[in-house]
């Protein structure tokens, strides 16, 4: 996130050199949080701090590093966010920025978990698949908290896991809790997300 003196300082590029055409297709953001230059993933903490810091969204969907007075746009290779637990087992974004629990798990025809956060749609990386599945329960219309409560843990886990994968081209909504917040969880095709949460996967002029 941009502070006041990265827009202060954004603003005195752009006056200083005006009109310096954007970038498109150079800089991808993957499925595990990575940032790819030209194909390659972004290694220098420098760098990568510096991308996750001026990474924004603008008014057409389409998302951008803006760098001085040039905007970089990115090619979201899977969702806008990635999420991922970090040491603490704390939800972050791959900027490292924290992020909400989630209103909604949404999982495509690949098995791949998406989180529906306040900040927006993010993927969850896969290396953090097990770990947040863990905490995953089925929840009764009736008792949201209160269901499986005589289930072990990891027995709540697992069936919650079973529903989540049964979800496969299905439009039923499946209650769910994950750390004891209720949570829906949904089937969708990958195909739909860019239209459905109003991104742009690859911007081009």
């Known amino acids: 996130m941009s502070t006041p003196a990265d827009e202060s300082w954004v603003q005195r590029a ?9 970038c498109h297709g150079w800089l991808a953001l993957d499925a595990r949080g990575r940032w790819l230059l030209d194909g390659k993933p972004a290694t220098h903490p420098g ?11 603008g ?8 760098n001085g007075p040039q ?30 629990p989630p209103d909604a798990l949404l999982i495509d025809e690949q098995q791949q978990l998406y989180l529906v956060t306040p900040a927006g749609l993010a993927v969850l990386c896969d290396r953090d698949y097990a770990a947040f ?11 949201a908290l209160d269901a499986e409560s005589e289930c ?17 081209e299905s439009s039923a909504v499946l209650l769910l809790r994950w750390r004891r917040r209720p949570l829906e969880g949904r089937f969708i095709h990958a195909a739909e997300m860019e239209t459905r949460f109003k991104f742009t996967r690859v911007p081009r002029p």
Not at 14 to 22: C, F, K
Not at 59 to 66: C, K, L, P
């Open 152 to 168: 072990s843990t990891e027995e709540a886990a697992e069936r919650a896991l079973d529903a989540l994968l049964s979800l496969h």
């Open 14 to 22: 752009i006056a200083r050199w005006p009109g310096v055409p954007a």
């Open 71 to 100: 905007k970089v746009f990115v090619d979201i290779l899977s969702a806008p966010w990635v999420a991922l637990l970090d040491g603490a087992g704390t939800l972050v974004s791959h900027t490292g920025a924290p992020l909400a």
């Open 133 to 143: 599945v863990s905490d995953l329960a089925l929840a009764s219309a009736g008792n």
């Open 59 to 66: 008014d057409d969907g389409a998302w951008f590093v803006q």
């Open 47 to 57: 760098l990568v701090a510096l991308l996750s810091r001026h990474y924004q969204r």
